[in-house]
């Protein structure tokens, strides 16, 4: 049976659009793999962002417990304030000497402020 000339049209347009189809899925799977691999790159980013986060808690936490061990161990061998032992602080005897008008004050030790305020 010979083809018609519509018929030959018809089935070189169904050829085209097959290879259309064909070149359509191609270009699907590669920016599926392009896809994929971004997503995995970002997974692995990710990955390592939340390691790199749980090592800097781990830091700031034994830091902060370093801290506070040094804090526990100065106050132990320091003793306790000068305050409550009776003998004024050096910022004390530097309000008092402010308030009495002793020129010079802001320069002086704490020996110096205790002499100048006769307490010493």
């Known amino acids: 049976m010979a083809k018609t000339k519509t018929e030959k049209a018809a089935e070189r347009a169904l050829d085209a659009a097959r290879v259309a189809v064909g070149e359509a899925e191609q270009a699907v799977k590669k920016l599926d793999k392009k896809t994929r691999r971004e997503a995995e790159d970002l997974a692995d980013r990710l990955a390592q962002a939340a390691k790199d986060a749980k090592k800097a808690v781990h830091r700031a936490k034994k830091t902060a417990e370093q801290a506070r061990t040094s804090a526990k161990s100065v106050a132990e061998h320091v003793g306790p304030p000068a305050s ?12 008092r000497a402010k308030a ?3 020129q010079g004050y802001s320069r002086m030790n ?5 002499h100048a305020l006769g307490e010493g």
């Open 84 to 95: 409550s032992t009776g003998i004024p602080t050096f910022r004390e005897l530097r309000d």
């Open 110 to 114: 704490k020996a110096q402020l205790l």
């Open 100 to 102: 009495r008008g002793i």
